[in-house]
């Protein structure tokens, strides 16, 4: 555990505050969910809690799937970073943390056919020129991640468009129950 030097004193709540300065480090915005761990050390572990990176593994295999079908690069985020991808540039971005573009957009909770080349950044520092699909999961009204398709190669269509839609629906049922 690296040491930060805060201290925080407990009010008759028994809420404690996270300062700016960590909250702004570890990227936890007002309203997110925090899980609360023990270890055998007594010590408190506070950890950001993920929808997303409880069907990780599935996530994978999900985007695995409709990688094969398609033949384009797609990933699928949490609010923070890349859990899964799928296609040629999978090892550049998965579990990465996604670009303040990404996660502007998401929290815009559209969905955006892009079908003619366009800089994206989906990786801080990493711009590509790509067509791409991008939508958002919406789990409990609440975003809890994106789902992307994208080519450097081929022009993403109406098609692929379709099949982002079906699948962030599905994650969004999927984590619902």
Do not use: C, W
Not at 14 to 37: A, W
Not at 134 to 144: A, E, K, Y
């Amino acid at each position: 555990m690296k040491a930060t030097g805060v201290v925080r004193r407990i009010d008759e709540l028994g809420r404690v505050v996270i300062p700016k300065e960590i909250r702004k480090t570890l990227r936890i915005k007002e309203g997110e969910n925090l899980e609360i761990f023990t270890d055998s050390n007594d010590q408190i572990i506070l950890k950001k809690f993920s929808f997303i990176n409880k069907i990780e593994d599935f996530a994978q295999k999900f985007t695995d799937s409709i990688y094969s079908f398609t033949k384009k690069n797609i990933i699928i985020t949490n609010t923070d970073e890349v859990v899964a991808a799928s296609g040629p540039l999978k090892k550049t971005y998965i579990n990465k943390p996604i670009s303040k573009s990404l996660e502007i957009f998401m929290n815009r909770r559209e969905e955006l056919l892009e079908k003619y080349k366009k800089s994206i950044e989906i990786i801080d520092g990493n711009e590509i020129e790509a067509t791409y699909v991008v939508s958002s999961i919406i789990s409990n009204g609440d975003v809890v991640g994106l789902v992307l398709l994208f080519s450097t190669d081929d022009i993403v269509d109406e098609s692929d468009e379709k099949i982002i839609k079906i699948a962030t629906s599905f994650l969004s049922k999927h984590l619902e129950d």
